[in-house]
Nanobody, 124 residues
Framework: VQLQASGGGLVQAGGSLRLSCTAS????????MGWFRQAPGKEREFVAG????????IYSDSVEGRFTIERDYALTTVYLQMDSLRPEDTAVYFC??????????????????WGRGTLVTVSS
């Protein structure tokens, strides 16, 4: 199974972007899907996670209230709606998925599948 992330780009501070992550197998089951990011010179950090059925979400403190993670069941796709973007949100964003991980461990990075990143640049 491959994950394909898209939707990155250049946006001004205060603007919005919507990232998408689609699995190559439409009917493949994941228990949790998540988004991570890595800024230049920094370690990868957790951004948001969602259960397969969308009945649970979790966010990092730095994005809660500004970002929304959503699932599209028909397309095996997870989205990250990013609003009120800040220059410190600039990073390469990665999506990830796992068939066994529980949502309460979504921040750990212990995912089986990872997509290639998509670059988000927020100008001041």
């Amino acid at each position: 199974v491959q994950l394909q992330a898209s939707g990155g780009g250049l946006v001004q501070a205060g603007g919005s972007l919507r990232l998408s992550c689609t699995a190559s197998l439409r009917d493949f089951y994941f228990r949790v899907m998540g988004w991570f990011r890595q800024a230049p010179g920094k370690e990868r950090e957790f951004v948001a996670g969602i259960t397969w059925y969308g009945d649970g979400t979790i966010y990092s403190d730095s994005v809660e209230g500004r970002f929304t993670i959503e699932r599209d069941y028909a397309l095996t796709t997870v989205y990250l709606q990013m609003d009120s973007l800040r220059p410190e949100d600039t990073a390469v964003y990665f999506c990830a998925a796992d068939t066994n991980l529980q949502l309460n461990r979504a921040q750990t990075g212990e995912y089986e599948y990872w997509g290639r990143g998509t670059l988000v640049t927020v100008s001041s």
